[in-house]
């Protein structure tokens, strides 16, 4: 999360230099547009996991319905797998009786996607300035699916026995949600958006009660031509 913030201060920090360039406003009747950014939630974080690098991706598909109203439709993708291999050891040194050891094998995946349909209703009161800054409210709903799969190997016969384990699992969450956006025209129909909101969970897990998220986005969107 703090990455997508320092990313998105850099970004829009150094924009206004590119407003010396001649460029013309964004379409004023409906219109479609769409984007591609980084993505980041409570849920579905930007960063480490287990040693890997995670950059959850998001598009987007919108419709301009107004000069400053717009709903979108978003949806983010992470996924992610490690492969781990460890041995235990079960017995007591005293008396000693022999020793048994269990190998395990095998590969934990996970993937996740958030599905997130937000309105925009624009604050700046000229949307023809480049810069512009939206309050922002909707619903995402989270979906994550985890897999456990690998061997277990246990020494305590003259030949080894070998037994597969898989043990699935899923983590589904639906939220509501309100923040703001910010925007700023790049060049003609592109623009440079963060979006930032704060998520109320609609069902709890135990760790989850009560508890308000967050999530952060930014991407590039383009605006088409009015049909």
Not at 122 to 147: I, M
Not at 172 to 192: D, F, H, M, N
């Amino acid at each position: 999360m703090k990455t997508l913030l320092y990313l998105a201060a850099s970004l829009l920090g150094g924009l206004p230099l590119a407003s010396h360039a001649q460029t013309t406003a964004l379409p004023a009747a409906p219109h479609f547009y769409g984007g591609v950014g980084v993505y980041s939630s409570t849920n579905q974080n930007l960063g480490g996991w287990y040693g890997q690098a995670r950059v959850p991706v998001q598009g987007v598909v919108g419709y301009q319905l107004r000069p400053r109203l717009a709903v979108q439709l978003g949806l983010a993708y992470s996924g992610n797998s490690n492969s781990y291999a460890y041995s235990l050891f079960y017995g007591s040194s005293y008396p000693s009786p022999p020793v048994t050891g269990v190998d395990y094998a095998g590969t934990y995946q996970e993937r996740s996607t958030t599905t997130t349909l937000l309105a925009r209703y624009g604050l700046t009161r000229k949307p023809t300035h480049r810069f512009q800054a939206d309050v922002l409210g909707g619903a995402k709903f989270e979906y994550a699916r985890y897999r456990n799969t690998g061997t277990q190997t246990t020494h305590d016969q003259a030949v080894p026995v070998v037994t597969a384990y898989e043990s699935p699992d899923t983590y589904t969450q639906p939220s509501l949600s309100l923040g703001i956006g910010l925007r700023y025209r790049l060049v003609s129909r592109l623009e440079a958006a963060y979006d930032f909101t704060l998520d109320l969970p609609l069902t709890h897990r135990d760790y989850y009660i009560n508890r308000l998220q967050s999530t952060s986005t930014l991407s590039l969107r383009y605006h088409f031509n009015p049909g």
